[in-house]
């Protein structure tokens, strides 16, 4: 018999509703540390605009979207990004917190979206047989690891204990005209 005690306990889908769990403001502002990041940014699963303001304050222009209306003025709702055929005018890079579940469909649709892709994911992603294709021959350039735990990224409208995220994130950063290895490389989110 399997002992399940060590597993993660997970709110059921009925609890967790969109699944929006905002991006800590430190991730973003790690990224902008560790990559120098194009003027013109969609970040398509916007949420309540966590990186969104972060990249703002930085000076990008950044195109907001999301599936979900979540009221905010500067966003456009109701898009579903794997439904999108091209990405905005001027888009220069794509840079989002994609849905858990669906990060694989994302980065491969942003790839053939647009010539720069980067997306914080679960340093676990890197470790996929399945994913290979995208890894190893789509222009992975660079990696972004936390040398410390993100803080938890709370589902929305979380109501309960606040804790430290018990998993390992990355940025991952791709370009079309990357050839070569991945480079790897610790960043830091305190100060």
Known sequence: ????SCQVQRAPLSERKDDLYGTPPEATRALLQAEKLPHRLWEPC????????????AGHEVLASDLVDYQQP???????????????DGCEAIVTNPPFKL???????????????????RLAFYESERRSYILENCGLARIH??????PMMHRDGWEGKKANSGTAFAWFCWSRDHVGPTTIQRISWEK
């Open 103 to 121: 990060a694989e469909e994302f980065v491969s649709h942003a790839l053939d979206l647009c010539p720069r892709v980067i997306m914080l994911l």
């Open 145 to 150: 690891v936390f040398r410390l735990r993100l």
């Open 1 to 4: 018999m399997l002992d399940h």
């Open 74 to 88: 500067t966003h456009f709702s109701r898009r579903d990004f794997l439904m999108e055929r091209k990405a905005p």
């Open 46 to 57: 916007a949420g309540r605009g966590a990186i969104v303001d972060v990249l703002r304050a």
